[in-house]
């Protein structure tokens, strides 16, 4: 199983350094002067002039490039323009923010998900089918950040049942961290709430129309067993891989999600570098993400082993 892991994380490393080498570039030729930025309007040229050349960014592309490469070897990502501490430093303390908010929405997601789409598969053609697709085709037409807006409106503003911003860890205060992350969680899981109950309903028809279901029925099995010990766990590996696509959505989605919020996450810390022109803090911060996505989806690799024992004979 270890072997399984380091084959799949190896092959994905390619991925790694080519999102590394994208954002690298598209930072540096994207508009702007971020000496211009951190130096304020009172600023005079020589003052924009001898900022750049000591953040470097008076150097040739293929310098900076090499310089950014030789620091990632010794585990630096160099040191945030708008912050001023290194990237390293401020994005693990920001990241286990995006983290708990990400892992709220997949709870959210797996339960709803996986149970709509159960019910639909085992309801199929009734009231409850196309009450659960129709509510999954409004989760994945609408946008995160408009549902978010609504949640503000009525639950933050008209009813007063939740704080419309801010953010409280989970370590200070269990219900405050309750309170403050529901509304992000719900707009981040809404989209992946329907698409996981459409793959799970499509898997489940498919899978319990299969003639060892009807075997096992026909050994007098009970049907919740049936469902649960034969149909879903056969129908876990496509939905492992979409639960793999829901981590990469949540996470992508946090962008907008923490800063419509006020969550003091990766998300917002990388719209901040964006629009501040903070190279290093935005290259630092995509190549984190990216590693973790990455490490994300090996595990969904390595699960297949797991659930099929197929797949482990195939890598041997």
Known sequence: MFGIFVRRFASALPIILIVSLMTFSLMHFIPGDPAAAMAGLSATPDMIIQLRHDLGLDEPFLTQLFTWYSGLLHGNLGRSILMGKPVMEVMLFRLPVTVALSAYALVITLVIGLVAGVFAALRHNSWVDQAAMVFSMLGISLPNFWLGLLMIIIFGVWLGWLPTGGYVAFSDDPVGWLRTSTMPAVSLALLQVGLLARITRSTMLEV?????????????????????????????????????????????????????????????????????????????????????????????????????????????
Do not use: C, M
């Not at 891989?241 to 990766?266: A, N, Q, R, Y």
């Open 208 to 316: 319990l129309r299969q003639d060892y279901i009807r075997t096992a029925r026909a050994k007098g099995l009970k049907w919740r067993v049936v469902v649960v010990k034969h149909a879903l766990v056969n129908a876990l590996i496509p939905i492992t891989t979409v639960v793999g696509i829901i981590v990469s959505l949540s996470v992508s989605g946090s962008v907008v999600t923490e800063s419509l919020f006020s969550i003091p996450g990766v998300g917002q810390l990388l719209t901040q570098g964006v629009l501040n022109r903070d190279y290093p803090l935005v290259q630092g911060g995509l190549l984190i993400v990216t590693t973790l996505l990455v490490f994300v989806n090996v595990l969904v690799d390595v699960s297949y082993a797991l659930l099929d024992p197929r797949v482990r004979h195939e890598n041997r």
